[in-house]
């Protein structure tokens, strides 16, 4: 495999290391952002955001990244089961995912430093370390990625992920997972990303400019949060009512 990018001779396997130990040392920086520097974490990531675009195309020069091998496209090509390669490899990552999330303690962990960072740290969890490992594995979540998106298009456009990071957080929270942390689930996340997808679809049928494509994700997105916060407010204030309610029973007695 020729780079285009460093003009050297490499094969697949190496090309695939570097990518995703890329993605995990990105992740790894952001983690360090947060946990030892306290930068809230959506400013630390929109800030390495545009490092890492910038970043990407003073590497490039600006250029699209062509002419990528035969093998790397034939990856999306159907095999067995009608199935790519690429396609058992996503769901390997979501079984495995899944598992981890609900059937093991660094899971419970994972969910516990998301609902109650100072609750887990009390007991005894360790929350700098699990958000570290959150980050690599977000990082390494987005190389794998990049890697699916090169097989599939056969060449990667400098433009290449610029509007996703509205459409990952739609697909999150249109999925029941809460940007406050501590809820939610893999399987939610993954139909939250489907119905965007067939929403796209749905667009290109009905021949729809594909600059709508933001707007609409971001209308959906606003939705949501209006409606997940209703909700949320409707909660807490039954818990409230329940909670003085037994109050006044107790004092009645």
């Known amino acids: 495999m020729f780079s285009p990018t460093f003009g050297v001779q490499i ?6 290391l570097f ?27 929109l800030g390495t955001l545009g490092l890492y675009k910038g970043i990407m195309l003073l590497i490039t020069g600006g250029k699209w990244i062509e002419n990528l091998p035969q093998n790397l496209k034939q990856l999306s090509s159907s ?5 790519s390669p690429i396609a058992y490899l996503v769901l390997f990552i979501i079984i495995f995912a899944y598992f981890i999330l ?21 007991l005894g969890v360790k929350t700098n370390q699990i958000r570290i490992i959150a980050f690599m594995v977000n ?14 298009i056969g060449f990667v456009p400098n433009s290449t992920g610029s509007g996703l990071e509205m459409k990952a957080i739609a ?28 929403i796209d679809s749905i667009l290109v049928l009905l021949k729809v400019p594909a600059y709508w494509n933001n707007f609409i994700a971001g209308f959906v997105l606003l939705c949501v949060l209006i409606f997940d916060g209703r909700i949320r407010v409707m909660l807490n204030e039954n818990l409230k009512q329940q909670r003085y309610s037994r109050f006044l029973n107790i004092k009645s007695d």
């Open 102 to 122: 609900t059937r093991t303690q660094s899971g419970r962990h994972f969910y516990a430093v998301g609902d109650n960072l100072q609750g887990a740290l009390q």
């Open 79 to 83: 095999g067995f089961l009608s199935l």
């Open 19 to 45: 990518t995703l130990l890329t993605g995990l040392l990105a992740g790894l920086f952001n983690g360090i952002l947060v946990t030892l520097l306290k930068i809230p974490a959506i400013v630390a990531t």
């Open 139 to 152: 990082g390494l979540m987005a190389s794998i990625a990049g890697i699916i998106f090169a097989s599939q």
């Open 171 to 198: 697909a999150c929270v249109l999925g029941g997972i809460s940007l406050l942390g501590g809820s939610g689930n893999l399987i939610g996340a993954i139909l939250g990303a489907y119905f965007l997808i067939q």
């Open 11 to 16: 094969n697949l396997f190496t090309a695939f």
